[in-house]
């Protein structure tokens, strides 16, 4: 069985950094595409950025230029290190990974979030 747990959530002045990992445990084989989507109060779930087992990287027009994604694949980890920080940036942020466990072939895992609040 596989987990994600992400962890470097927390409060921030606008204008800050944060960087927030997600690690995938369990029976992982594989990994294929691994994301970071965000929930802000009041609206709907967004594709924030995504990158692929190779390493291409796309990201929304709203976190261009601040924010990077990555990832370590011998740790089974992605990272999204984010600068710039708005108020705006403030949701849950939640990982997702399509990926390979067990004798299971591949599917969409989704961790459980971390808050991310930026303010003064």
């Known amino acids: 069985q596989v987990q994600l747990v992400e962890s470097g959530g927390g409060l921030v002045q606008p204008g800050g950094s944060l960087r927030l990992s997600c690690a995938a445990s369990?029976?992982?084989?594989?990994?294929?595409?691994m994301g970071w989507y965000r929930q802000a109060p009041g609206k709907e779930r967004e594709l924030v950025a995504t990158i692929t087992s190779g390493g291409s990287t796309n990201y929304a027009d709203s976190v261009k230029g601040r924010f990077t994604i990555s990832r370590d694949n011998a740790r089974n980890t992605v990272y999204l290190q984010m600068n710039s920080l708005k108020a705006e940036d403030t949701a849950v942020y939640y990982c997702?990974?399509?990926?390979?466990?067990?004798?299971?072939?591949?599917?969409?895992?989704w961790g459980k979030g971390t808050l991310v609040t930026v303010s003064s």
């Open positions: 369990g029976s992982v084989y594989a990994i294929n595409n």
């Open positions: 997702n990974a399509y990926i390979h466990a067990g004798s299971v072939t591949y599917m969409n895992y």
